[in-house]
T-cell receptor, first 113, second 114 residues
Framework: DAMVIQNPRYQVTQFGKPVTLSCSQT?????MYWYQQKSSQAPKLLFH???????NEADTPDNFQSRRPNTSFCFLDIRSPGLGDAAMYLC????????????FGQGTRLTVV | AQSVTQPDIHITVSEGASLELRCNYS??????LFWYVQSPGQGLQLLLK??????LVQGIKGFEAEFKRSQSSFNLRKPSVHWSDAAEYFC????????????FGTGTKLQVIP
């Protein structure tokens, strides 16, 4: 049973047209992460939520925003996608306490045309 | 700052042969270490993890890894590779403090030939 679900799996958007990617979890984890992974590169952390507390990485462009309306859902908003934003976007969750690993969704492949 | 190095970008092995993927980390304290596997177009699946205790850890799909503090390494091994093991493998390091904010290595792409 999928525990971290990302929708859609594939998203095509136009240059400059806002797009939202979604992630949901059934694990009731405190922490939700968004990673960007470009072709043949390591996943790069964009930001994460610890419960409602938002934590932005220093080098995450302002073009990327996130919302977490409740424990189960987290959204990645790209306000004006550029060609360089084409990538796989990975959502992950983890417990907020103790030694634990991150659980990843299947990812959303974003294409910008 | 923590960092992870995977020196091999691409490795090719024959089916049935043994496998070792290298991972070196840089971190000032005892790290939390992970190996993830990613099939094409998929998310990351955890193979195994090291937090403390026995330095030889067993994972899923017949994989194991050994933490060597003196060498700052956490190499992944499998005694006999199957064709279905072809994928990309990522080593990652996290740090203690309640929850994991990990740094990934650049990955090693494994090709398995008959």
């Amino acid at each position: 049973d999928a525990m971290v679900i990302q929708n859609p799996r594939y998203q095509v958007t136009q240059f400059g047209k806002p797009v939202t990617l979604s992630c949901s979890q059934t694990l009731n984890h405190n922490v939700m992460y968004w990673y960007q992974q470009k072709s043949s590169q390591a996943p790069k952390l964009l930001f994460h939520y610890y419960d409602k507390d938002f934590n932005n990485e220093a080098d995450t462009p302002d073009n990327f925003q996130s919302r977490r309306p409740n424990t189960s859902f987290c959204f990645l908003d790209i306000r004006s996608p550029g060609l360089g934003d084409a990538a796989m976007y990975l959502c992950a969750t983890s417990r907020g306490q103790g030694n634990t690993e991150a659980f990843f969704g299947q990812g959303t492949r974003l294409t910008v045309v | 700052a923590q960092s992870v190095t995977q020196p091999d970008i691409h490795i090719t092995v024959s089916e049935g042969a043994s496998l070792e993927l290298r991972c070196n980390y840089s971190y000032g304290a005892t790290p939390y270490l992970f190996w993830y596997v990613q099939s094409p177009g998929q998310g990351l699946q955890l193979l195994l993890k090291y937090f403390s205790g026995d330095t030889l850890v067993q994972g899923i799909k017949g994989f194991e890894a050994e933490f060597k503090r003196s060498q700052s390494s956490f190499n992944l091994r499998k005694p006999s590779v199957h064709w279905s093991d072809a994928a990309e493998y990522f080593c990652a390091v996290g740090f203690s403090g309640g929850y994991q904010k990990v740094t990934f290595g650049t990955g090693t792409k494994l090709q398995v030939i008959p």
